[in-house]
Structure formats: structure tokens, C-alpha cells
């Protein structure tokens, strides 16, 4: 991480992000393993309706790679802080490749599928809690928020392009599909195995404690110190709302059929449109404006997020939802990278991948929730209605967490307590001491001294 901060610093271009050998490798990686996915997913839910014809199993297909993020997405991703990051993301992308050339055998029953696809996704969160935490050893300074800012446009993309394949291809052959998703985690391991340092584990032998007392750790950081509390509250209030036109889109599409455009058009218009504004909103946002700037725009972006959905309640046509969906991805996007870039300036190493964890999971649980919460409103009243009003209470929920958002001076506190806390922890793995509860009290103790000389008024 970079001694510079973020006001001191002018924007990193593109040249520069790319022009480093193992943020292309990473990235290529990053990118295969998502189009995969997407893929397969797609591919996936034709497979099992094909078999069944059963609409609920089809969904359930779907809905099983999600469940390791509500059952167990932060304990598992504490496990990537005991071992080398790049030991893990190999790891995972070759039992990922098995398990998936396992699906797509033919005469797999479905309850097999339906295992197999759990089995494939309990290796998403400590991958991508590894990746989450070699970024910043990657990356430094604005580098850093630029390069969070195309991962997760590119993941957006990767969406959009690997549900069009997916669908594409599993038309004619599903089995096709799951291998070329088999290939793109084979593809990635490759990469990730000859492209990257191979740097050491976060936690020596001598830190280790028990896997659910690490897990607690990563719990109680996050939401125990102010300033990673205050963008912990930030993230998970962008992901209430913003997610709500894609979740009810189906229905939405069916009910306003008719209006220059058929359903099925209409239903893949609003879902594609938040996507499509956050990569725009994200490559904008990220290279064009400066650090300083971006930092200045959270707030304002914040409530606007919210805001530019409240306009549903006039009910209107399909290509204006997209437009409000996209809106709200474009500012959805200005927010998310610099807090998540943020969020690693201020957490101490070892960390990381726990923390991740957390983050991750209550992502996945809140916009799960969001959108069951919406639909079953969407049975009563009308879905306009839903998503105006909800989004009108996603307004004052933002406002209230602008108004609580730390002091400039306290953010600087806390980020110099983060890298004495990771300097600290370097020096006790050196000596081989176990005491990695002391230093993060002592880190908590600096913080507390810190924000003290810089109260918020």
C-alpha cells in the first residue's frame, strides 16, 4: 500500500494499471473464472428444467451458487488467510474445473447436478477472498481504487456477456457450456500459477487459533472500528436498493408488455441496465475524475443512487426503468470502488481475506433479502409503487449514513493505525511471536487516542 494518500495523489491511468504484469494476469484470470460462471449458471437451469421439467428445480440450480455466501461465505474465507494467496486461487480453480466436467457427464441426475454445483461454489469465497486480498499488494495508491473500479465493471460485464452465452450455447448443447466453464478455471489456474509472486500466507503457523475465532476476528474488526463500520453501513445500504429493479424485472417486464417492446425484450433491457450503467459509471468515475474528487463524491452519490429510483412511482415504460436502473448504476459505481479502496487503506494485513469475507456475505445476504422483501410487497401492491417507495426509504437511509460519515482528520487517523498495526504484525512474524491479539489492541488504543484529537462535530 502506497505511504501516499489519496488527496496527495493525481488519478492512475490505464497505461499504468495494465502496464503492470500481474494486474494483467489477475485480471485475465479474474475475467475467465466470471464469463465461466455466468455461463454455467445459465447453462446449469436449462440443463435441469430439460431433465425435470420442473420450474423449482431449475431455480434451485440457480439459487445454489449462492448458498456458500449465506452459510458459511466468511468462515471459508478466513481460510485464504492461512495459506499463500496464489496456493489458494489455484486450488480453487482446479477442484472448481473437476467438479464441473463432473456436471456436465451425461445421465447426471439432478440431485447430483444440484450437489455438484454447491460443491463447485464452496470454492467462490476463499478464492475470491485471496484475490480481494492480493489486490492491494498488487496495486498501490490510486492504482489501487482504478484497478477495483475495472475489476468490478469487468465483473458486471462478465455478467451480461456470460449469461448470453450461457444461454446461447445451452440451447443447443448445456454440456458444452459447463466444459468451456471447466476450461476458462483451468485457463485461470494456469495464470495464476506462472504469472503470479508467489508471496507468503497473511497468518503464520505461529498467529493460527481456531478457524471460527479467526472468522469472530474479521466480525468484530469490521464492525468495531468506526471508520470500516461507517463504509461497511454505506456498502450494504447501496446493495438495498440498487439491486430491486433487476430482482423484480421478470415481473415488471409482464405487467408493462406492450409498450413498443415484448416481454422478454423488456425483462432483459431493465437487467441489463444497471450493469451497463455501473461499467460506465465505474471506468468514468474511476479514471476521469481525481482522487480528492472522488472522495468529495461519495456523499452526493450516495443519496442520488437511491434518488434517481424514486421516479418509478409515475409508472413508467420499460426503456425509462432502464434508464433510472442504469442511473442508479452509474452512481452505485462512483461509490463502491473508492470505499472498497478505502476499506483496504484502513484495514490492517492479516486481515484482509476475513474481512472480504464479511463484506462479500452481507452483500449477498442483504440483496437477497432486498429483493424477496420487494416481491412479496410486489404481491400486495403494485410493483411501481414497491420500488418507488422503497427506494424513497433507501434515500433516508443514506442520508442517515452520510450524516454519521467519519471526519476527514478521524478516516487519516485510522489509516495510520492500520499501517502501524501492519508493521507491527510484520515484526512479530519475523520473530515468531504470537501475539497478534495485543497488536490490534494496541492498534485499537492509537485509534481511540486518535479520534479523540479528532472528534467529529
Known sequence: MSDERPAQEGPASFRELFGLAEFRVLFTASALSWIGDYVAKAAVTVLVYRQTDSVALSAAAFAASYLPWLV???????????????????????????????????????????????????????????????????????????????????GQAAQVLGYLLGAAIAVVNPAAALLINAATFGLSAALVRFGLRNRPPAMTEAHRSHLLRETAEGFRLVFGRPVLRAIAVLVFSAMVFSIVPEGLAAAWAAERSGDGMDTGTAQAVIMAANPVGYILGGLMVGRLVAPARRLALMRPLAVIAPAVLVPALLDPPPIVVALLAAACGFAVAGLIPVANGLFVQVLPDGYRARAFGVMASGTQI?????????????????????????????????????????????IEAAVEVARAESAATAAMAGRGTHTPARATAAGDRAGERSRRRHAVT
Open 72 to 154: 458459511g461465505g466468511p468462515l471459508l474465507s478466513a481460510l485464504a488467510e492461512r495459506y499463500r494467496y496464489r496456493q489458494v486461487m489455484v486450488a480453487c480453480d482446479l477442484v472448481r474445473m473437476a467438479l464441473m466436467v463432473l456436471v456436465a457427464l451425461p445421465g447426471m441426475p439432478p440431485w447430483a447436478i444440484l450437489a455438484l454445483i454447491f460443491a463447485t461454489t464452496l470454492a467462490n469465497p476463499p478464492s475470491q477472498a485471496a484475490r480481494s486480498a492480493l489486490m492491494p499488494q498488487i496495486l498501490a495508491g490510486d492504482r489501487l481504487v482504478l484497478g477495483l473500479s475495472v475489476s468490478a465493471s469487468t
Open 366 to 410: 442483504i440483496q437477497g433479502a432486498a429483493v424477496l422483501a420487494t416481491g412479496a410487497l410486489a404481491e400486495r401492491f403494485t410493483i411501481p409503487s414497491v420500488v418507488g417507495l422503497w427506494s424513497a426509504a433507501g434515500v433516508l437511509l443514506m442520508l442517515l449514513a452520510v450524516l454519521t460519515w467519519p471526519h476527514p482528520r478521524t
